[in-house]
């Protein structure tokens, strides 16, 4: 494992990244852009640390979820604890990334559930303060168990990851059988994995589906693993793929009234979820 040596100054530097690779239709895009050293670094640690067995290790870590009991905005609130070392004229607080996303979700007209989900999706990232380091959190996540797609990015960098040279993981379908559904499949451990399980028992099925699989642009972007997939998969995208426009493209300059906001949000929490949830 490495030491603790952290690439990205924040977390919002991959999705910075993610804005550089996936630009918004009406801004401009600079092909010849490459991502920050510091983000190449990232990606590089994640595609050689990320194995099938790393992914086990962390599910039996953190799914018995007997870490802690914290509610949805004591959870959020916990979450903006986490002192990156970025610049804070640039870098929102993680609640105002969180309050955007529900907002502009909450300014189409969407479903409640959808605010909601726009609300706690990256609630998740807690495990970057528990010690977990940035590439076990955050990052693009991808299959693993079968061969790791060149559509994910930096893919190169998995030739250092143990997996490539394992037999049983080397062909497309690696351990799985055609189509056996992506809940089937083990993703790469990260911060939508956790919170789905935290909150798995309480969404309907397309908001759990847009917090499992909102970092998994290999699926939802880039359209690989279709192996993988079946028909309700498939109808699932969709969702995920709608969560994603405002995931990525909701404005990260203006400032959020947290306080102002919470009696709206504490109420929609209190619609969904119980006082205190198991993490
Ligand atoms: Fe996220
Ligand atoms: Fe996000």
Known sequence: MPDSFEPLSSLDEWE???LRRYPARDTFRDY????????REFYRLNHQYQTFEFGQQKRQQYLPLAKTQMGVWQAMEYLNTLVDDSDPDIDLPQIEHLLQTAEAIRSNNQPRWFILTGLIH?????????????WAVVGDTFPVGCKFSDRIVFHEAFSDNP???NERYQSDLGIYSPHCGLDQVNLSWGHDEYLYHVVKNYLPEPALNMIRYHSCYPVHREGAYGFLMNEHDHEMMKWVNAFNQYDLYTKRDERMDVAGLRPFYQQLIDEYFPASLNW
């Open 16 to 18: 910075d990244d993610l």
């Open 32 to 39: 010849a852009a490459e991502a920050r050293p510091g983000v």
């Open 122 to 134: 990256d609630l998740g990232k807690i495990l970057c303060l528990w010690g977990e380091p940035q």
């Open 163 to 165: 997996d490539s040279t």
